[in-house]
């Protein structure tokens, strides 16, 4: 990841540090405690080993992850938000929050939704169901027509 040499606003650096499609979805998985490669894995649906990997280490390098490595075997590596990293999860909750209103808004005023599924009550951006889902909106039992749907 390139960070510049010259920042002339503070939200230029904090979104540079998580800008792309996975860092947020990984800060928001372990806004839930520490845990394990495998599980963060398993958990994020569409991403690969490769690509955690590397998003962690950014998210390691700038200070919002920590890593927790055990001796012994097999080996066991933990992950988990640091102070910095925690306050980074606030900030997306409001972000989510904000991203709820707008698919609402575009609901309502019948513009196009993709991957919308009408007869559900809620889109889930988050695959794992035992936990609060990340990015969710709830619907006003709309149909097919009424979502327009792409």
Known sequence: MKI????TCPLEITHDIIKGKWKPIILWQLKYGKTS?????REIQGINQKMLLQQLKELIAFAL?????????????EYSLTAL?????QSLIIMQAVGKELLKKWTDTHQKVS??????NYV??????SKEPCMSLEYFELSDKELNVI
Do not use: C, I, W
């Open 4 to 7: 510049r040499e010259k920042y």
């Open 37 to 41: 490669l495998s599980k963060l894995e």
């Open 65 to 77: 992850v920590k890593k927790k490595e055990f001796s012994g075997y097999p080996l066991k590596v």
């Open 115 to 120: 991957n919308v599924h009408a007869r559900t």
């Open 124 to 129: 889930t951006f988050f695959p794992d169901k």
């Open 85 to 89: 990293g925690k306050q980074m999860v």
